[in-house]
C-alpha cells in the first residue's frame, strides 16, 4: 500500500507539474496526520528530485496541545535534518484587529508566515496539505453557499507557487500510510467539533452520503471537480480574448462595446460582467449572481439604465456602450457662466469659448460647423448661460415652433445618461440655443432680418 501511495502522489505530481527537479520547497505543516504525511512524501522525494525542504510550524495560541504540536513538529525536522522555522500569534487578537473571524485570521497568519520563509531563503513553492477530502468539503460547502463552475470546481493542485501534492488521496488513506510507516501525528480536537460549518460537512454529511448513497461518493466528487476546473480554464480562457475584444479599461472605468457584448452567450456575457469587476476589484468577495443578473437585465434594454453593485460600482448600460465605475472619480459638473453678447473669451470647464459679434454680410459664409455656430444675436434677450442642462429646458425643433426637452432630445439622439450632464448648454433661461456638438434651436437662426450675428466656438482646452 505504501508503494503504491507514493506512485500515486508523484505520478499526481508529475501530471499537473506541480514540482521541479531543483526546486526549493516551503511546507506548512502543523503536526496533523495531512501535514506529516506530506513532510513524509517530499523527504522520500528529496534525494530522486534534488528538493531542498523548509518546514513552517504556525502556533496560534488557541489550545493547550498547541505547545506539544510545536515541540513535535520541530523533531521531526530535527530527525530529518530540515530546516525548522516557529511563528507564534495570538490569533484570537489578531482576528479582533482585523475584524475577521478567527479562521479567516489563522488562515492569513499561515500565508503570511510561509510568504517571509519563502523569501528568506528565495524558496521556489510553498507545499500544503490539502487531499481530497478537503477538495469534496470545499466542493459541498461553496455549493451550498452559492457558487458558480470555478467554485465547484473547488480546490487545484496549484494556484500561483502554491502546491497540494496529496490532492488525490483521501484522508484514511494518509492515515494507513502513516500507520505502515510507524509515524505518529497530532490530533487537533476541534476537527471533531461542530462549531465551524465545514466541519458539520466533514463530520456529519460525507460519512453519511459514503455510507448510505456511494462508497466512492469522494473519489467522484474529486473527478468531477477536475472536469470543472479544466472547463473553467477553457472558458477563462475564451473569456480573456472576449475581454479584450470588446472592453477597454482606464483607470476605474472598465466600458464594453454593447453590441459584441450581446452577440456571446448568455454565460460568456455574466463570465465577462464578472471579469470586468475583477478588473475594478481584484479578489472581491461581496459579488453575487444576483449582481450579475441586475447588470445583465439593464444590459439587453434599450435606452440608458444604471445599476449599483457592491464596492461603489456603478454600472450604466447606455445605447452603444456599458461602462463599469467605480466609486472615487466622480466627476463635478462646471460651474455655468454668463456669455456676453461682445467679443470675448471664456473658460467652462475644459472647454474654452471663444465669442465673436459681427455686422450681417450677405455675403459672408457664417460658419456652422459641428463646434462653431451663429446666431441672431438680436433674437437673445436676457442672459445668455452656457451651463448643464437643466428641468424645464426645452429647444425649437421645426420652422413652426415646436419644441422638445432636452431630455427627450437626448434621449432620441442616444447621448449616454452618464455624459448628459456634461454636454455644454448654451441657454437664455430654459430655451436653449444651443446643444453643443449637436443641434441648434429653429427660434435663434440668422434670417432676413438679422442685423448682427453672434458666432460662438467651443473647444477643448487642450487642443486650443
Excluded at 528529496?46 to 495560541?61: C, T, Y
Excluded at 450604466?316 to 455655468?336: L, V, W
Excluded at 473658460?347 to 465669442?355: A, I, Q, W
Amino acid at each position: 500500500m505504501e508503494n503504491q501511495f507514493l506512485k500515486r502522489i508523484e505520478n499526481f505530481i508529475s501530471d499537473y507539474s506541480l514540482i521541479t527537479a531543483g526546486d526549493k520547497i516551503v511546507l506548512g505543516v502543523s503536526g496533523g496526520a495531512d501535514s506529516v504525511a506530506l513532510l513524509e512524501v517530499l523527504n522520500e522525494l528529496k534525494a530522486k528530485l534534488d528538493l531542498r525542504l523548509f518546514v513552517v510550524h504556525i502556533n496560534h495560541g488557541l489550545r493547550e496541545e498547541a505547545l506539544a504540536e510545536e515541540k513535535y513538529v520541530e523533531s521531526l525536522c530535527k530527525e530529518r535534518d530540515i530546516p525548522f522555522y516557529l511563528f507564534k500569534e495570538d490569533v484570537k487578537e489578531l482576528s479582533k484587529k482585523m475584524m475577521i473571524g478567527i479562521e479567516e485570521a489563522g488562515r492569513f497568519l499561515r500565508y503570511e508566515s510561509f510568504e517571509k520563509v519563502l523569501k528568506e531563503v528565495n524558496a521556489d513553492k510553498i507545499a500544503v496539505a490539502h487531499n481530497s477530502n478537503d477538495l469534496s468539503e470545499t466542493m459541498l460547502f461553496n455549493l451550498f453557499r452559492g457558487t458558480g463552475v470555478k467554485g465547484l470546481a473547488s480546490i487545484s493542485p496549484k494556484r500561483g507557487n502554491i502546491i497540494r501534492p496529496l490532492l488525490c488521496v483521501q484522508r484514511n488513506e494518509i492515515e494507513e500510510f502513516l500507520k505502515e510507516r510507524k509515524v505518529s501525528f497530532c490530533i487537533d480536537k476541534s476537527n471533531l467539533s461542530n462549531e465551524y460549518s465545514r466541519n458539520r460537512i466533514r463530520n456529519n454529511i460525507l460519512p453519511v452520503v459514503s455510507d448510505e448513497i456511494c462508497k466512492e461518493a469522494v473519489s467522484h466528487m474529486n473527478e468531477t471537480a477536475a472536469q470543472l476546473r479544466e472547463l473553467n480554464e477553457f472558458t477563462s480562457i475564451y473569456v480573456e480574448e472576449a475581454f479584450k475584444k470588446i472592453a477597454s479599461a482606464e483607470g476605474k472605468m472598465v466600458s464594453f462595446n454593447k453590441e459584441l457584448f450581446l452577440k456571446e452567450s448568455v454565460y460568456i456575457r455574466k463570465m465577462l460582467i464578472k471579469r470586468a469587476i475583477d478588473e475594478l476589484v481584484p479578489h472581491n468577495k461581496d459579488i453575487t449572481h444576483l449582481n450579475i443578473e441586475a447588470v445583465m437585465n439593464i444590459s439587453s434594454k434599450s435606452g440608458s439604465k444604471k445599476v449599483n453593485l457592491p464596492y461603489e460600482i456603478e454600472v450604466t448600460a447606455s445605447y452603444n456602450d456599458i461602462y463599469f465605475k467605480r466609486g472615487g472619480e466622480t466627476k463635478e459638473k462646471p460651474k455655468e457662466i454668463e456669455v456676453s453678447l461682445s467679443d470675448g473669451t471664456y473658460r467652462y470647464g475644459e472647454y474654452k469659448v471663444d465669442v465673436r459679434v459681427l455686422k450681417k454680410d450677405l455675403n459672408y459664409a457664417y460658419s456652422q460647423k459641428t463646434y462653431t455656430k451663429c446666431f441672431d444675436c438680436d433674437k437673445i434677450q436676457g442672459s445668455l448661460m452656457m451651463r448643464a442642462r437643466s428641468t424645464g429646458d426645452e429647444i425649437v425643433v421645426t420652422q413652426t415652433g415646436s419644441k422638445k426637452r432636452i431630455k427627450d432630445y437626448m434621449i432620441d439622439e442616444k447621448i449616454p445618461v452618464d455624459k448628459r450632464d456634461f454636454i455644454p448648454i448654451l441657454a437664455v433661461g430654459n430655451a436653449v440655443l444651443w446643444v453643443v456638438g449637436f443641434r441648434i434651436s429653429e427660434a435663434f437662426k440668422i434670417s432676413r432680418d438679422t442685423k448682427r450675428v453672434i458666432e460662438i466656438s467651443v473647444s477643448k482646452e487642450e487642443e486650443c
